[in-house]
C-alpha cells in the first residue's frame, strides 16, 4: 500500500488510496469485508488531510469531514461487536 505521505501529496491527496478499494473491491466480488485494510487505509490518510488543510478542505476522493467521523465510529463499533462475537465463540 501507497504510503501515508506518498498518497496524501497525490492529485488529489489520497486517490491512491481510493483507487485501491475500487481494485479490491473488483477483485473480491464486491464484497466490502474484504477490502477492510484499504478503507481503513483511505479513511487514515482522508482524517490526515483534514488535519493538516482543515474543515474547508475539498477532495473528491474523501468524505466530508462530519460523514467521515461518523464512518470511523461506525467502523469502530462494528469492530468491537465483532471482536466480542468472536470471544463468545471461543467459550
Known amino acids: 500500500m501507497l504510503p501515508l505521505e506518498k498518497a496524501l501529496s497525490?492529485?488529489?491527496?489520497c486517490f491512491p488510496r481510493a483507487c485501491a478499494i475500487q481494485a479490491c473491491l473488483q477483485k473480491n466480488h464486491y464484497n466490502e469485508a474484504r477490502c477492510s485494510a484499504q478503507i481503513d487505509a483511505l479513511y487514515d490518510c482522508c482524517t490526515e488531510m483534514y488535519k493538516r488543510e482543515g474543515l474547508a478542505?475539498?477532495?473528491?476522493?474523501?468524505p466530508k469531514k462530519n460523514l467521515l467521523e461518523l464512518k470511523?465510529?461506525?467502523r469502530a463499533?462494528?469492530?468491537s461487536s465483532e471482536a466480542q462475537l468472536q470471544s463468545t465463540k471461543m467459550r
Open 10 to 13: 497525490s492529485d488529489p491527496p
Open 57 to 62: 478542505a475539498k477532495n473528491i476522493c474523501c
Open 72 to 74: 470511523l465510529k461506525q
Open 77 to 79: 463499533q462494528a469492530g
